[in-house]
């Protein structure tokens, strides 16, 4: 990592507040419903899906679930209400599975039944390793009740190539990442070149089960390998999909969807849009030299990849 980047990750707490709020709006759609509904239409018309994620995880009150289950149908009915080529994300532990399980399971229930009702698709996000199980578990019990329901799985936990078999026995849904969370040797991959060897091992198994996998990656070397795979497996674009967040890798993301590949981009929303914000710098330290930028130019002026 670049020291001055280091540097700026260490201090982010110490960066106003709103240069944090200039970078963030490259990454997030904005506050409300209207801003990211807007962050969908111009991506459709780029020729891109998306899925809208309401900002927020590890409450540490379950009267916080209530305004996310809200948050959540009201996206639902408008992404039906607009026509919008759009999804959901959601993070089981913004509707309390760290604090109560059961709780968890019956907020998500009334985002599922909204779902259904307007027939779209919802994605279950996957988390730290100290929720994995549990999340494949409220997974498998929905994907029963509501087949558009699907899941993620994390490159770099060791674990992943048994649950995409699991996955992979029901053709479920999948969203292949490498993984974020700081995990210890026993559980995650800590080398590079072994967490894009399982994500390459993983997304290719999936696509040869028949699971419509979801492939999330900006970095290109992956990007390659699987198309090459989806070459060498003769698929056709409708059964598999490139996943890619919002604001990041831009030039890939329209050379893929100029190719004639399906994108689709992870648009996140909502007032915590400052503690998300701030994990993205964290993970990508490389968006700190625009941090820096911002510090030293007027308001809009620093340059984005």
Same mark, same amino acid.
């Given at each position: 990592? =670049?020291?001055?980047?280091? !540097?700026?990750?260490?201090? /982010?707490? &110490?960066? @106003?507040?709103?240069?944090? #709020?200039?970078? %963030?709006?490259?990454?997030?759609?904005?506050?409300?419903?209207?801003?990211?509904?807007?962050?969908?239409?111009?991506?459709?018309?780029?020729?891109?899906?998306?899925?809208?994620?309401?900002?927020?995880?590890?409450?540490?009150?379950?009267?916080?679930?209530?305004?996310?289950?809200?948050?959540?149908?009201?996206?639902?009915?408008?992404?039906?209400?607009?026509?919008?080529?759009? =999804?959901?994300?959601?993070? !089981?532990?913004?509707?309390? /599975?760290? &604090?109560? @399980?059961?709780?968890?399971? #019956?907020?998500? %229930?009334?985002?599922?039944?909204?779902?259904?009702?307007?027939?779209?698709?919802?994605?279950?996000?996957?988390?730290?390793?100290?929720?994995?199980?549990?999340?494949?578990?409220?997974?498998?019990?929905?994907?029963?009740?509501?087949?558009?329901?699907?899941?993620?799985?994390?490159?770099?936990?060791?674990?992943?190539?048994?649950?995409?078999?699991?996955?992979?026995?029901?053709?479920?849904?999948?969203?292949?990442?490498?993984?974020?969370?700081?995990?210890?040797?026993?559980?995650?991959?800590?080398?590079?070149?072994?967490?894009?060897?399982?994500?390459?091992?993983?997304?290719?198994?999936?696509?040869?089960?028949?699971?419509?996998?979801?492939?999330?990656?900006?970095?290109?070397?992956?990007?390659?390998?699987?198309?090459?795979?989806?070459?060498?497996?003769?698929?056709?674009?409708?059964?598999?999909?490139?996943?890619?967040?919002?604001?990041?890798?831009?030039?890939?993301?329209?050379?893929?969807?100029?190719?004639?590949?399906?994108?689709?981009?992870?648009?996140?929303?909502?007032?915590?849009?400052?503690?998300?914000?701030?994990?993205?710098?964290?993970?990508?330290?490389?968006?700190?030299?625009?941090?820096?930028?911002?510090?030293?130019?007027?308001?809009?002026?620093?340059?984005?990849?």
């Amino acid at each position: 990592m =670049n020291p001055l980047h280091r !540097l700026v990750v260490r201090t /982010l707490p &110490l960066v @106003p507040k709103s240069v944090v #709020r200039t970078i %963030a709006s490259r990454y997030v759609a904005g506050e409300t419903l209207d801003d990211a509904l807007s962050t969908v239409r111009a991506l459709n018309a780029e020729g891109c899906m998306a899925t809208l994620d309401v900002l927020g995880e590890d409450i540490t009150l379950l009267a916080e679930t209530e305004p996310t289950v809200l948050a959540y149908q009201r996206s639902l009915a408008e992404i039906a209400a607009r026509g919008v080529d759009s =999804n959901i994300s959601v993070k !089981l532990s913004a509707l309390g /599975l760290k &604090l109560d @399980p059961a709780h968890c399971r #019956r907020e998500f %229930a009334r985002i599922v039944e909204t779902a259904r009702g307007l027939g779209i698709f919802v994605r279950i996000d996957m988390e730290d390793s100290s929720v994995t199980e549990e999340t494949l578990r409220i997974f498998f019990e929905f994907r029963e009740k509501y087949e558009k329901v699907g899941i993620v799985l994390q490159a770099y936990l060791r674990r992943s190539a048994d649950d995409a078999r699991r996955i992979a026995a029901i053709g479920g849904n999948v969203r292949v990442c490498k993984g974020i969370y700081v995990e210890p040797p026993a559980i995650a991959f800590q080398d590079r070149e072994e967490i894009r060897a399982s994500y390459t091992q993983l997304v290719e198994a999936l696509l040869r089960s028949g699971s419509y996998v979801g492939i999330a990656t900006h970095d290109p070397a992956l990007v390659e390998s699987c198309l090459a795979a989806v070459g060498r497996l003769g698929l056709e674009p409708k059964t598999y999909e490139f996943q890619m967040l919002l604001g990041v890798a831009r030039t890939l993301r329209r050379r893929l969807t100029a190719g004639g590949q399906r994108l689709r981009v992870y648009v996140p929303y909502g007032e915590a849009w400052y503690a998300y914000s701030v994990r993205r710098l964290k993970e990508n330290p490389s968006i700190a030299g625009h941090v820096v930028k911002g510090l030293f130019l007027p308001q809009g002026r620093a340059d984005g990849p």
